[in-house]
């Protein structure tokens, strides 16, 4: 795979392409001779006009042509710095060319004429000539230093590996090519305990000893592809692998790389063994964009880091966004209801002659960006993660809390539904959480609802069945939530103690396009009003849907048609100023 010719190929590639990077861009070449042509051509003009007796008049001033020599002169000094300034050796070696051939020229000139008058134009080209070596070892200063700005800007001051920005340029550059490459993500297992157990020294020893690893496979190509390194920050460094032929290339190269790092590493006579987490994607297959790279990238790296197993290197797949997303969610729950900041909103039901019902309280959790967080999303993972009891339990005691305070200052006869999970109801403990809250917040039972999701709830029937009756028992109203999506029997239904059915948003959605959708809707109404339940209708946004819910005897309705999900402030208002149905 690997012969002396690759080697010359990899030879300092990482130095090469830092190069690439960080190079000062200089003025393109086609304007250095624009400017040559434009001094030769002054210069001829001043000499011409410099011996010239013609006069021109300008503003009804006659004036001798040679007063504008001075003009010429200039703006050939001013190509000639040009030069200097924005072609660097060039520049000097072609002013300093132009100038010194102008002395012999100039003198053989006067001797010929027997006249010194040209004297002061050998003093003022022998000024330009000092100003301009002068300008060019200043130029050289500047340019030393910011080569030295550059160098540093795109090198990690620890190990001299790139750094991050050295990188994303890479990579920027590489999918703006379209060229065909992979990122390895690469952080190393269990670094932290090093740095707390041995002190940072050595951990900064560990990291300058693998990135000058890392530095050798790279520039000796002993990987057997084209790659670039750099180091991230931490215990975090980068990977780019190009000039692969297969994804059997893309492999041994990064086991190479794992088994670099995972040689004995020998510190102050200490043994220390090392792994890694690394997790790759190719663009453009697994991300076409810089950011999705990097990050697809991560996650496939993270994802070898949480299932913790022998295999250190895993491809991105797209369920590793999932898997990641959930994660994050995780995260984001876990912190707000640390911090507090999960909170509720309060949507209001209203009976069919829009006399308020109540509110069902909703979890709502905002991202750091301050957007709320769809509880469509964050729900489902608390319910995966096993952190819905928790999330219940704080909408629950907060909305009961403030529900309380309201009811105490109004009178209201308005109940407040909340959504428990079914896992988080059979949950030891559950009925004497729930009885806390009614003594705290001082709700009277009968104005408190537990919605339950109808599809959760069938599939635990029996033991969930037992917690509801004696929630029923202690005067708390039971809603099923989502009806129609869970496939409830008949006889399921007649057994279950339940005062509401709310239908499913999907059914009144659909409602008015078929007259079967709405005597779907109408027999739904008509069975629960058999059970003796009271039905309510979901998610009812359109006039004419409300209009065909009254034709066929629906008792209540929630909806953005009369009401979204209102703050604390606003439900407060709403209760203020509203005629409360009889519930
Ligand atoms: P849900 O209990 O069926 O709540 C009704 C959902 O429909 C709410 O969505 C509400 O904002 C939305 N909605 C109401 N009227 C309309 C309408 O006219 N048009 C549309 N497009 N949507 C409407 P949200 O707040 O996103 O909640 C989604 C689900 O998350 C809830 O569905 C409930 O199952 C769950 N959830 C919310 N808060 C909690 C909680 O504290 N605990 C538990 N276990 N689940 C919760
Ligand atoms: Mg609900
Ligand atoms: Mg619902």
């Not at 890694?276 to 297959?285: C, D, V």
């Not at 027999?523 to 009254?550: C, K, T, Y």
């Not at 009369?562 to 149905?581: I, K, Q, Y």
Request: charged share 20%; hydrophobic share 45%.
């Amino acid at each position: 795979m690997k012969n002396s010719n690759d080697k010359a190929v990899h030879s300092s590639a990482i130095e090469r392409i830092l190069k690439n990077i960080s190079a000062r861009r200089r003025a393109p070449l086609a304007l250095f001779f624009v400017i040559l042509l434009v001094y030769l051509a002054t210069s001829i003009f001043v000499s011409v006009i410099a011996a010239s007796e013609a006069t021109v008049t300008i503003a009804e001033t006659r004036m001798n042509v040679s007063a504008f020599t001075g003009v010429f002169a200039a703006l050939a000094n001013i190509c000639i710095i040009f030069m200097v300034v924005y072609y660097g050796k060039l520049g000097l070696a072609t002013s300093l060319s132009l100038m010194l051939v102008q002395y012999p020229m100039i003198i053989v000139t006067s001797i010929k004429r027997q006249n010194i008058s040209n004297l002061p134009g050998i003093f003022t080209n022998v000024l330009t000539l000092i100003a301009i070596i002068i300008i060019h070892y200043n130029n050289l200063k500047i340019d030393q230093y910011q080569d030295k700005l550059r160098s540093q800007a795109v090198t990690d001051r620890l190990t001299n590996l790139p750094n991050r920005f050295a990188c994303t340029e890479l990579v920027n550059d590489l999918v703006k090519q379209g060229e065909k490459f992979v990122v390895v993500s690469v952080d190393l297992n269990n670094f932290k305990s090093i740095n707390d157990t041995m002190g940072h020294n050595i951990g900064n020893e560990v990291l300058v000893e693998i990135a000058e690893r890392f530095k050798v496979a790279a520039d000796t190509g002993l990987s057997g592809t084209f790659d670039f390194v750099s180091r991230f920050g931490g215990d975090e460094f980068s990977i780019i692998i190009r000039n692969y032929h297969s994804e059997e290339d893309v492999l041994n190269t990064v086991k190479y790389y794992e088994s670099v790092i995972e040689n004995r590493i020998t510190i102050d006579s200490y043994d220390y063994f090392i792994t890694a987490s690394f997790g790759y994607a190719e663009f453009p297959n697994d991300g076409s964009t810089t950011d999705t790279i990097f990050s697809n990238a991560d996650a496939a790296m993270y994802e070898v880091k949480r299932l913790n197993s022998g295999n250190h290197i895993l491809r991105f797949t797209p369920d590793l966004l999932k898997i990641e997303r959930t994660l994050e969610l995780e995260r984001k729950i876990r912190a707000a209801l640390d911090n507090g900041t999960l909170y509720f909103n309060l949507q209001p039901q209203y009976d069919i002659d829009h006399r308020l019902r109540g509110f069902e309280a909703l979890a709502r959790m905002d991202d750091d960006d301050g957007n709320a967080i769809n509880p469509g999303e964050f729900i489902p993972v608390a319910e995966k993660v096993g952190l819905i009891d928790k999330v219940d339990l704080s909408v629950f005691r907060n909305s009961a809390h403030f529900f309380g305070k309201l009811l105490r200052r109004t009178g209201a006869d308005i109940t407040l539904s909340v959504n428990i999970s079914v896992r988080h109801l059979m949950k030891k403990g559950f009925l004497e959480e729930v009885e806390n809250i009614i003594e705290k917040s001082g709700i009277p039972a009968e104005q408190l609802e537990i919605e339950i999701t109808e599809s959760v709830m069938i599939d635990s029937a029996d033991k969930a069945l037992k917690c509801i009756n004696q929630l029923k028992n202690m005067g708390i109203k039971i809603a099923i939530d989502d009806f129609g999506t869970g496939y409830s029997s008949l006889s399921y239904l007649t057994k279950f103690p339940a005062n509401l059915l709310k239908i499913d948003k999907s059914f009144i959605d659909k409602m008015n396009s078929s007259d079967s959708s709405k005597q779907y809707v109408a027999a739904i109404i008509s069975i629960g009003h058999i059970m003796n339940f009271d039905v309510i209708s979901e998610g009812v946004e359109e006039p004419e849907q409300l209009e065909a819910l009254r034709g066929i005897g629906c008792d209540y309705i929630q909806g953005f048609v009369w009401g979204a999900p209102l703050t604390d402030v606003m439900a407060e208002e709403l209760v203020v100023n509203s005629v409360p149905a009889r519930v």
